[in-house]
């Protein structure tokens, strides 16, 4: 086991060696593909007037990288270290040294502060310099500006730069969820929670990356709403080019809608409860429609309740005092109604103009 | 071959003989050979071979003994992005990766070997799929944008070169394609409009060697921008061409900016990977304005088609069309439908979907099928040689698109949301696009790529987190294991020390799945009593 650990230790600083050898061919490298390429990119340096940045170039990069992004595995990386470390905690560090890391006792204080602060601000570079969406935003305060690159790394894939829908994502400018959030607890939850049945993943964001996608998002709000009548995405008034009469005659005729559902049971005042684009995805599939399942779990005994959990291999519901059972798909006998699958039956056969039309006719049930 | 491995060893013995820390003398040091036949102990590509089949020629875990598979390891990454990379095994040791991350896993014990992390705070952290290793290095591309290769043996960065400005909007997550002495990726970016390009590095030096742009510069008139080139290609050392799926036209959608076609987006290429000079191109989705890429796998297949003996490629398009293609040449062999579409009114004499002009995005909205997301996406199909069958995760689904003036013509310009969808595994017959069997693996849909083996079982996973084998005669369900959530990468398979492995991923977990060792307790440790 000794043996074993002196290997280890020569290891270690061999492979420190070639890390610092590697580095400096990489500086080489990149260097030469500079002058025979004119793709090639030299990270930009730090800005010498920071003399936080000098003192970093100086004394930490040649171990922790030029971005402090670290050379793994013997160097750690030191952006967001303000998030694992206290001010003092790093102050400490730089004074004493732990491990391989050698201590700087003799930096001065006006030093120290620069260097620290320099860890410790956030290192966020503008993101979006060319969008014609975000061209001249200018953000209203640093925690929205931070929020912004998070939001640009995390969430813009599916919500659009902007927050206001892109791949997937809905509008976010435009979601009751936000419009209704007072304090940011209902979206933060929505990023911490996820949302497994529409495949959003959940996010482990600190409290503060929390509130800075909060004011990211408010931030975009309010611009969206400045849009006025320009508004880019779904607006209340670009679904209107149907025929109310002939969504009528759909409904009661081969839509096939009545066999269900009636305007004066169901469906009276549904204009008044929703409207636009929330109104048109209801009408086309009711994501929360619910199925009901019964259950044979044994000959003449059977349970009854709500769909809570299926896949192949096990049947899961809810029964009326709100209990969860389930069952193995091959120990029962069950069947499941969903009258929502006729939702789904009915997506080849619509016309657009029949789906403008019904859209028409439901916003005539206030 | 023997003296060779001697002699490179030797070399690398003699490389490292100033770190004073002895290696085993086969260590990770990946040839063009092993490239184009790669070894039953191993997965050196992206797609585990140049063909994309996902299929390995292993015979050990069989639709008889599957029942009894289990868990040999399973390796925590303890991050909160998923898997979505399929991992490289290049002389026992398992690359494996997440946005900013590298994992070297001993691929016997699933114990890591080092973790290679830097954080980068620009360009799209949608996903990485993967690294790509030639000799001892790997590479790996960036979100913001940058080709790195390392030291295989301890992550240790040789260089890094930029492959696109992340400032313009670009960003990268595809696991590059070796060929030869050619390093080549692609690039990802849909919020601008931008050219799409693959770019070809030397392995040592890190130059540049070519680039093929799949659309003309930004602002050429009446052009298309776009084409991005996301996922991994194939490529046929015969032919010496790889082939490649490139993605959609920007805008988005809204196509006024860019009529015809739009060479060359949503189509496949092939290039010839010494120069990047285009041999043929076919559009899959002309003139496309719901966000189609055409970059599912291009798969290579040798083979009978209606009596003739051909070189194929197949692709189940993300537009929700099957396509069998003449890969000497480009022609079409077949085009049909594998589940719901409502876009095109016909398919033209090449063998293309005609779009339905009445079907782009409209103010008040268009119901399309498929979803944006499409019939199926960026993880991987399989062909199965024997039965013949094209097996792809597929998603049946109903959405509505929407565009207007003021959407612009910048970017997505327009906004589409999914109403409804549903995953299932369907097994396609080449010869007649027909579907054999297919097998529903639930509501929402699943995401999780296939893989076939020689002894007639296909891996693949539902949208519940449940790993799946199925027979591949039929379909039907052979065993499952909950994995926690759902498959966001493709399954591989290998086989190390006698012992076949099936290796699947969920969340930010990776899984070894086994057959139980034989007992033989001779080898094992005994057990030490204390204290007594």
Redesign the interface.
């Known amino acids: 086991m000794k043996r074993y650990r002196i ?1 280890a230790v ?2 270690l600083i ?2 420190s ?3 610092v050898q ?2 400096q ?2 500086v080489d ?2 260097s ?2 500079s002058a ?2 004119m ?3 030299q990270q930009p340096a730090p800005a010498p007037a920071d003399p936080g940045a000098a003192s970093y170039a100086k004394r930490c990069a040649i171990c922790h990288g030029d971005q402090r ?6 160097f750690p ?1 030191l ?2 270290i303000h998030r694992q470390m206290t001010d003092e905690k790093i102050t400490a560090l730089i004074y004493t040294g732990k491990g391989r890391m050698p201590g700087f006792p003799k930096i001065s204080k006006e030093e120290m502060t620069s260097l620290v602060h320099y860890l410790t601000t956030t ?3 503008a ?1 979006e ?5 975000n061209a001249g935003t200018v953000h209203a305060s640093p925690l929205a500006q931070a929020g912004s ?1 998070l939001f ?3 969430c ?2 599916c919500h ?2 902007d927050a ?5 994502g ?2 976010l400018t435009q979601s009751k969820l936000v419009q209704g959030d007072k304090n940011g607890d209902a979206i933060s939850a929505v990023v911490r929670e996820g949302r497994p ?1 529409k ?1 959003m ?4 964001f600190s409290s503060q990356e929390l509130l800075s996608l909060v004011a990211f998002i408010r931030e975009r709000e309010t611009a969206a709403a400045s ?1 006025k009548g ?5 607006a209340v008034e ?5 025929n109310a009469q002939a969504g009528k005659t759909y409904f009661n005729g081969a839509g096939g809608c009545s066999k269900c559902h009636s305007p004066s049971g169901d469906l009276a005042g549904i204009a008044n409860r929703y409207e636009g ?1 929330r109104l ?2 209801r009408m ?2 009711p994501r929360d429609a619910k199925s009901t399942v019964v259950v044979t779990v044994a000959p003449g005994k059977k349970v009854t309740g709500t769909l809570a ?5 096990t049947i899961g519901l809810r029964d009326a005092d709100g209990i969860y059972h389930s069952w193995s798909t091959n120990r029962v006998k069950f069947t499941v109604d969903s009258p929502a699958e006729a ?2 039956e009915q ?2 056969k ?1 016309t ?1 103009d029949d ?2 039309n019904l859209m028409a006719y439901l916003q005539t049930l206030r | 071959m023997k003296l060779l491995k001697t002699s490179l060893a030797i070399t690398a013995g003699a490389l490292l003989a ?4 002895p290696r085993p003398a086969n260590a990770q040091n990946l040839e063009n050979s092993q490239l184009l036949k790669p070894s039953p102990d191993s997965w050196p590509l992206y797609h585990g071979d140049y063909s994309g089949k996902r299929h390995v020629h292993l015979t050990q875990i069989t639709p008889q003994n599957v029942s009894s598979l289990s868990l040999s390891w399973a390796f925590q990454t303890n991050q ?1 992005a ?1 898997i979505k990379s399929s991992p490289l095994l290049v002389d026992g040791v398992l690359y494996f990766t997440v946005p900013d991350h590298i994992w070297a896993v001993d691929a016997r014990s699933g114990h890591m070997l ?6 980068t ?6 996903g990485q799929r993967g690294v790509a290793m030639y000799k001892g290095w790997l590479y790996f591309v960036t ?1 913001d944008c940058h080709l790195i290769s390392l ?1 295989a043996k ?9 492959i696109a ?1 992340v ?3 670009y960003w990268t997550t595809m696991a590059p394609l070796v060929v030869g002495n050619h390093v080549i990726v692609g690039v990802s970016g ?3 409009n931008l050219s799409g390009y693959l770019r070809s590095f030397d392995p040592d ?4 060697q070519w680039q093929w742009n799949s659309t003309p510069p930004p602002g050429t008139p009446n052009a298309t921008t776009g084409g991005m080139t996301w996922m991994t290609g194939t490529y046929d050392p015969d032919l010496n061409l790889i082939y490649w799926g490139t993605g959609n036209p920007t805008p988005v959608l809204n196509g006024k900016t860019r009529p015809g076609d739009d060479h060359w987006t949503c189509s496949i290429v092939a290039l010839n990977p010494d120069t990047g000079k285009l041999a043929w191109g076919f559009v899959v989705s002309p003139h496309d304005t719901h ?1 189609w890429d055409a970059v599912e796998t291009p798969v290579l297949v040798d083979g009978d088609f209606h009596g003739k003996p051909r070189k194929m490629l197949m692709q189940t398009s993300r537009n929700g069309y099957f396509f069998v293609i003449d890969r000497t040449n480009g022609k079409s062999l077949l085009t049909l439908p594998y589940g ?1 579409t ?1 876009w095109a009114t016909g398919i033209d004499k090449d063998g293309r979907p005609i779009p339905n002009p ?1 079907k782009e995005p ?6 399309i ?1 498929p979803d ?2 499409g019939l199926t996406n960026y993880r991987a199909p399989s062909f199965d040689p024997k039965t013949g069958l094209f097996i792809v995760d597929a998603h049946p689904s ?1 959405s ?1 698109y ?1 565009a ?1 003036p ?3 013509n ?3 310009a327009g ?6 969808g549903k995953g299932v595994i369907e097994a396609i017959d080449y010869q007649t696009g027909k579907i054999r069997w297919s097998h529903e693996v ?3 849909g699943s995401g999780a790529g296939v893989m076939t083996t020689d002894s007639g079982l296909t891996i693949t996973g ?3 987190g ?1 790993v ?1 084998a199925l027979d591949t005669a039929n379909g039907k ?1 052979l065993w ?1 294991a909950g994995m926690g959530s759902g498959m966001q990468s493709s399954p591989i398979s290998y086989e190390l020390d006698g012992r076949q492995y099936i290796m699947t991923s969920s969340g930010g977990v990776l899984f070894a799945w086994a057959l139980p060792e034989k007992a033989s307790p001779a080898q094992h440790a005994t057990t030490e009593e204390h204290g007594k």
């Open positions: 290997a020569v290891a061999a492979s060696f070639i890390a590697t580095k061919t990489h490298a990149a030469q593909g025979s390429a793709q090639t990119v992004e670290g050379i793994l595995p013997a990386p952006l967001g290192e966020q570079p993101v310099t060319t969008s014609a969406a690159s640009q790394q995390n813009a894939f659009g730069r206001m829908g892109g791949e997937t809905p509008d049945e495949k993943p959940a996010f482990n849009m320009n508004r880019r995405g779904v670009d679904l209107q080019t149907g684009l048109e995805e086309l599939a959990y299926r896949d192949e291999f939702h789904v997506f080849p619509y657009d789906i403008h | 100033f770190s004073a820390a909160s998923s080092w973790h290679f992390n830097k954080p705070t620009q360009g799209d952290h949608i979100p030291n301890d992550g240790t960065v040789r260089w890094t070169q930029q400005d400032n313009l909007g849909d919020f601008d030096s890190g130059e540049i966000d719901p409502n009445e409209a103010p008040d909205g268009r119901l099928a944006e997301g109903w509505l929407f207007k003021a959407d612009g910048y970017g997505w906004a589409d949301y999914g109403l409804w639930g509501a929402g539902d949208g519940e449940n799946l369900t499952h």
